[in-house]
Every structure is written in structure tokens, then in C-alpha cells.
């Protein structure tokens, strides 16, 4: 890894399974910072929407709705559910903002088709 950021400096890390070993500086800073990142792509991985025969800039476009999705639950979690008195998951919160998009409101199980916009 290239970085102008620290001199080339060797540290010691312990891993999770209390294993110590030694990383360059960079890499274990990398490291430290990357679980959110890592627990973003995973969640949005599981949850993506369906896309498998539309062209590319579409597929784009998606994962970038994904990604907006996901960033405003994490800030939602974080500011708004601060006691987590109530399990709030992903998908509901999902759930609930398609719902408000599309202003079907609590439509469960009825044909769309006959539901007056």
C-alpha cells in the first residue's frame, strides 16, 4: 500500500483469535476502518434489488439506490432509534420506505392492479 500519510513502519496486531502478528502501520489502519464499509456491501449485497437482465447504467443506478437506502438506515438508527427499544431490521425499514414512495400505504395481498393511485 502507497501512502504518504506514516513513515513505513511495522506494528503489532492481535486477531480475533488473539494471534499476534505483524502489519505495516497502513494496512492495520486500513484495516480498523474498513468494518463499516465491509457490513455496508454485505447488507446491501443480500437486499439488492432484482437486476438481471437490464442493461448496465440501470444495474448503476440501482446500486446507487441501494447504497442511498442502506446510508439512510444506518443515519436513521443513529439518530433517530437511539434506545432501540423495538428491533427496527433493514428490511422493514425497506419495506417501509417503498411503501412511502409509491403511497400504497398498508396494501398487503390485494392485486395491485385494482388500487386507485
Excluded at 499476534?20 to 489502519?29: G, S, T, V
Aim: overall charge positive.
Amino acid at each position: 500500500m502507497l501512502t504518504t500519510l506514516d513513515q513505513p513502519e511495522m506494528i503489532e496486531v492481535t486477531n480475533r483469535c488473539g494471534r499476534k502478528r505483524k502489519k505495516p502501520k497502513e494496512i492495520a489502519r486500513y484495516n480498523s476502518f474498513m468494518s463499516g464499509i465491509d457490513r455496508a456491501d454485505q447488507m446491501i449485497s443480500y437486499y439488492s434489488c432484482p437486476r438481471k437482465t437490464i442493461r448496465w447504467y440501470k444495474k448503476v443506478i440501482f446500486h446507487m439506490l441501494d447504497v442511498a437506502a442502506w446510508n439512510a438506515f444506518f443515519l436513521f438508527k443513529k439518530y433517530v432509534i437511539k434506545n432501540n427499544v423495538k428491533k427496527y431490521g433493514y428490511v422493514e425499514y425497506r419495506d417501509n420506505l417503498i411503501r412511502s414512495f409509491t403511497k400504497l400505504g398498508d396494501v398487503v395481498g390485494k392485486d395491485l392492479v385494482s388500487v386507485d393511485a
